[in-house]
């Protein structure tokens, strides 16, 4: 079974940085590609970034630049340090392994508000 929780949501001002965690129960972690994902309100969700098992890393043109996804093989855990928030950062942010048919955590909330 695998289990995957992240932490590291929370309110923040625009410009600010926050920076998302994901702890995964899994064996074969180091083989695996990781990604994070976000919803916002009334909308789909929508991948903002991915980290392949040998690291090539891939980020849609709206968080290029501002959000950083590594790894922690040790550790099983994939983080996303993201900077410069935007208003439109506001979103609940969950953790992947296996692209939407595959694994999710519980989801953080990440507030970006005045």
């Known amino acids: 079974q695998v289990q995957l929780v992240e932490s590291g949501g929370g309110l923040v001002q625009p410009g600010g940085s926050l920076r998302l965690s994901c702890a995964a129960s899994?064996?074969?972690?180091?083989?695996?590609?990781m990604a994070w994902y976000r919803q916002a309100p009334g909308k789909e969700r929508e991948l903002v970034a991915h980290?392949?098992?040998?690291?090539?890393?891939t980020y849609p043109d709206s968080v290029k630049g501002r959000f950083t996804i590594s790894r922690d093989n040790a550790k099983n855990t994939v983080y996303l340090q993201m900077n410069s928030l935007k208003l439109e950062d506001t979103a609940v942010y969950y953790c992947n392994t296996g692209g939407p048919g595959g694994f999710w955590g519980q989801g953080t909330q990440v507030t970006v508000s005045l």
């Open positions: 899994m064996r074969i972690f180091s083989s695996i590609g």
């Open positions: 980290i392949g098992r040998g690291g090539t890393i």
